[in-house]
């Protein structure tokens, strides 16, 4: 149904899916499944330089205030899309974990009292049922962080300045990439990764003013291809060009070097998703990145390592078997994520009423 209401017309095109966002989801969530699998320790180097910083530079570039203009409606839009599947896939997991701690570990009883903290706190590294979810919390703090920034600072020169102080407190004050001593609810990598959120944004905003766009763009092309290749086949040599002799010197040259090397990572897969926009496959598992977020460990991983042990294969550690294992992982949670996109919806913070109202539409 059409609408002549200007607001609703804004909102209408807020929703419109992007279709290289869905391609470069996709690809975001392939090399995490990638980063967990078993693979080689020069490939998990490359893609942890920049695979978390990519998924909060597209939550950034999706960000508007338009939207919700008032606080309130976007904490309590942040709550249904992150908190509740929080809450829920955390409850999936541990259901899972008592599963396995009855009928696979000896019948050892699980630590509620344990478990519990580890769900209230949200610690990166920390979640021992199911890690990958300190995303979810912390990228809630990033976001409600960065809406109270732009609501109050006006220049987007001074917002970057700031983020980029942040950033620095992160790594190198904090150690955010160590995970050492991870704050609750992932602030302590909120400092770093908002940099990325707001840097996503405001390049929407300003896209179309850059002169030369196109230029510019094929230019930042070629210097992240080149520099991923030169970072992946040469990592010493890299290293010695980016001064990474210097991070037992300065923290702030080890900044600069993190820094760089997710840019680049961002910015080559942003280019490669517009190429293949069209990939019906990369496309379906970005519109279901949440589902294989949550679950490609704790439910993903587990099915095929019983499937792997009962045709008695052996698990190897190079990056041509974590490849087999990452796209065996990613098939067997394709009904996972049917059922719950169709009969579950609550889990990914919708409900059945929108569901319903999305499905029609599209008939």
Not at 7 to 17: A, F, P, Q, V
Not at 48 to 73: E, W
Not at 123 to 133: D, E, G, H, S, V
Request: net charge positive.
């Amino acid at each position: 149904m059409l609408t002549s209401d200007p607001h609703s017309r804004r909102l209408i095109k807020l929703d419109k899916r992007i279709n290289w966002i869905d391609t470069l989801k996709g690809i975001g969530i392939i090399f995490v499944v990638l980063g967990h699998a078993p693979i080689s320790g020069k490939f998990c180097n490359y893609i942890f330089t920049f695979h978390m910083p990519l998924f909060f530079f597209i939550s950034g570039y999706l960000f508007s205030m338009t939207r919700y203009p008032k606080i309130l409606n976007f904490i309590k839009s942040r709550i249904k899309s992150l908190l509740v599947p929080y809450c829920c896939f955390s409850a999936l997991a541990i259901l899972i974990l008592i599963y396995r701690s009855h009928f696979e570990i000896n019948n050892v009883s699980v630590d509620f009292l344990l478990v519990f903290k580890s769900f209230l706190l949200a610690k990166r590294n920390f979640i021992f049922y199911n890690n990958p979810l300190w995303f979810l919390p912390s990228l809630f703090v990033v976001e409600i962080s960065y809406y109270l920034i732009k609501k109050y600072v006006k220049s987007n020169v001074l917002i970057m300045l700031l983020l980029f102080v942040f950033g620095y407190i992160g790594v190198i004050k904090l150690q955010t990439l160590n995970s050492v001593n991870p704050l609750p609810w992932g602030f302590d990598n909120g400092m770093f990764y908002i940099l990325f959120y707001g840097l996503a944004n405001i390049l929407r905003e300003i896209k179309d003013k850059i002169k030369y766009k196109n230029i510019f763009k094929f230019v930042l092309f070629l210097y992240s291809i080149s520099s991923t290749l030169l970072f992946y086949f040469k990592q010493n040599l890299y290293g010695k060009i980016f001064n990474a002799q210097l991070l037992n010197v300065s923290g702030y040259f080890a900044y600069l070097y993190f820094l760089h090397l997710a840019l680049i990572g961002i910015f080559t897969y942003l280019a490669i998703s517009k190429l293949l926009f069209k990939s019906k496959i990369l496309n379906y598992i970005g519109n279901n990145t949440l589902t294989y977020f949550a679950l490609h460990i704790c439910l993903g991983f587990y099915i095929l390592d019983n499937l792997l042990l009962i045709a008695k294969i052996t698990p190897q550690g190079n990056t041509v078997y974590g490849i087999l294992y990452t796209i065996l992982a990613l098939n067997i949670l394709i009904p996972i994520s049917y059922i719950i996109n169709n009969y579950l919806p609550f889990i990914l913070g919708k409900s059945f009423k929108s569901h319903y109202n999305k499905t029609t539409a599209r008939i």
